[in-house]
């Protein structure tokens, strides 16, 4: 195993660029560990590095993934994320678990969390909708990170115009946070479900539009046309 985690290592060293390093961290309020590399980059790293591993179980993947959240560095993350996506078709209900733990644990910039939650967490809460309550309480969360992945996990499915009554009762919970982590984070999830229920994310707005914040608003009204966002942002 950590041959396998080493040999990804090396050839994030190998690839990494000051310059690129340097670009990324001014996307990020927080501190950062990056190695800096590329997307391209990482996402071929991940993948010829997956293809490379014999035992593809959940089980060892999930090991494997663990060992990479742990080094704090983002690039890693990207390579567990799209690890733990790979093995999406051996997901379990108790699979959860793990996933809470990393968010819990691991997260600390928006990039590791928009990527978990997107594809592993939009995923598994498709395959296992009764999951979505599990999230309904990482929205009261006292971790921005947790609060955040509550919203964006159901972005995909969202735009496909899924769970609007579950997105509705997230918002909800998240209506008044004053973290704009969280604020962009239920907004986007309002702008994703608006593309399928344009009018019934407009009248949720402007139901809430006295008390939600203009940042989340923005977000939630950004596709919608003009004399709508005209609409939602007078006040």
Request: charged share 30%; glycine share 2%.
């Amino acid at each position: 195993m950590n041959k396998i985690i080493d040999n990804i290592r090396l050839e994030l060293i190998q690839n990494a660029d000051e310059k690129t390093k340097s670009s990324a961290e001014r996307y990020f309020k927080e501190d950062v560990k990056l190695y800096g590399l590329k997307s391209a980059d990482i996402s071929r790293i991940s993948k010829e590095h997956y293809n490379a591993v014999e035992d593809k179980s959940k089980l060892h993947i999930f090991v494997l993934c663990d060992e990479l959240w742990k080094s704090g560095f983002m690039e890693e993350s990207f390579v567990a994320c799209n690890w733990a996506y790979n093995v999406r078709k051996q997901y379990e209900p108790d699979d959860f678990n793990v996933f809470e733990k990393w968010v819990n644990t691991y997260i600390g910039n928006w990039a590791s969390c928009d990527t978990l939650s997107n594809h592993t967490l939009g995923t598994f809460v498709e395959m296992y909708p009764e999951y979505i309550s599990r999230l309904k309480k990482w929205a009261q969360s006292q971790n921005r990170w947790v609060k955040r992945a509550s919203a964006v996990s159901l972005i995909i499915q969202a735009r496909k115009g899924k769970f609007l009554n579950d997105i509705f009762e997230i918002a909800d919970i998240l209506l008044s946070d004053r973290d704009d982590i969280v604020q962009k984070g239920y907004g986007w999830m309002l702008k994703a479900a608006s593309e399928a229920h344009q009018k019934e994310v407009f009248n949720y707005v402007m139901s809430k539009k006295t008390t939600m914040p203009r940042t989340s608003l923005r977000y939630a009204i950004e596709k919608m046309p003009a004399e709508l966002k005209a609409l939602a942002m007078a006040k």
